[in-house]
């Protein structure tokens, strides 16, 4: 079958499992990128796959999932603040904390790392945020740091009052936590890529 053939190219490249976003999405994607390239069948789109890194990277483009939102799951973030305040803060010799984030879709897991250190009390020249993620289409909108209220689940109204600015097109995050965060476009999968830094947080 060409679809299993096509997920477990996906699987190779990007590590995607199938089944977490489910077959039907994965076809979807597959025929939406089969009719963009103006192919007859999938065994030609399948060929195309394979032979232009471009179409191979327009199809994860297609396929990722870019469904996240600020404090996503509190827990992490409140463990991140404990540990700053409890054993970062009071230690004088250690250098600048720095910490990964990936995948880091559209830039509200990192930004939301970026908030949580701002608020245990470190100031921006102690600590560094690297950004990766697969998507370059992820990572413009990162970059861009304008947001909808999509973004803003939950309790959410003292960081978005206090870092963000409301304007006619969203919400937009202020410079002193965008100057915070760096980000890259890469692959997980590739070790080569997160072997030149060392992290302190993952």
Same mark, same amino acid.
């Given at each position: 079958?060409?679809?299993a053939?096509i997920e477990a %190219?996906?699987?190779k490249?990007i590590g995607?499992?199938?089944s977490?976003i489910g077959?039907?999405?994965i076809?979807?994607a597959i025929?939406?990128?089969? %009719?963009?390239c103006?192919l007859?069948?999938?065994?030609?789109y399948l *060929?195309?796959l394979q032979?232009?890194?471009?179409e @191979?990277e327009? @199809?994860i483009?297609?396929v990722?999932? %870019?469904?996240?939102?600020?404090f996503?799951?509190?827990?992490p973030?409140?463990f991140?603040?404990r540990y700053?305040?409890?054993?970062w803060?009071p230690?004088p010799?250690?250098?600048? @904390?720095r910490?990964l984030?990936?995948?880091?879709?559209t830039?509200?897991e990192?930004?939301?790392?970026?908030m949580?250190?701002?608020?245990?009390? %470190?100031?921006?020249? *102690?600590f560094?945020?690297d950004a990766i993620?697969?998507?370059?289409?992820?990572?413009?909108?990162?970059r861009?740091a304008?947001y909808s209220?999509n973004?803003?689940?939950?309790? *959410?109204l003292?960081?978005?009052?206090?870092y963000f600015?409301?304007t006619?097109d969203g919400y937009?995050?202020?410079?002193?936590?965008?100057?915070?965060?760096n980000?890259?476009?890469?692959?997980?999968l590739?070790?080569?890529?997160l072997?030149q830094n060392?992290?302190?947080?993952?």
């Amino acid at each position: 079958m060409i679809q299993a053939t096509i997920e477990a %190219l996906l699987r190779k490249k990007i590590g995607l499992d199938g089944s977490t976003i489910g077959s039907r999405q994965i076809a979807r994607a597959i025929e939406t990128r089969r %009719l963009a390239c103006g192919l007859p069948d999938q065994q030609t789109y399948l *060929q195309q796959l394979q032979t232009s890194p471009q179409e @191979l990277e327009s @199809l994860i483009e297609t396929v990722v999932v %870019l469904e996240t939102w600020f404090f996503r799951d509190r827990k992490p973030f409140g463990f991140l603040s404990r540990y700053v305040i409890s054993e970062w803060l009071p230690n004088p010799n250690y250098p600048i @904390l720095r910490i990964l984030s990936i995948p880091c879709s559209t830039g509200e897991e990192p930004y939301s790392i970026a908030m949580t250190l701002l608020d245990a009390g %470190l100031t921006p020249n *102690q600590f560094r945020v690297d950004a990766i993620d697969i998507s370059k289409e992820a990572l413009h909108k990162a970059r861009r740091a304008l947001y909808s209220r999509n973004s803003f689940r939950g309790n *959410q109204l003292q960081q978005q009052k206090r870092y963000f600015k409301q304007t006619a097109d969203g919400y937009e995050l202020c410079q002193l936590v965008r100057n915070t965060v760096n980000f890259k476009h890469g692959n997980i999968l590739d070790p080569l890529g997160l072997a030149q830094n060392n992290y302190d947080i993952i």
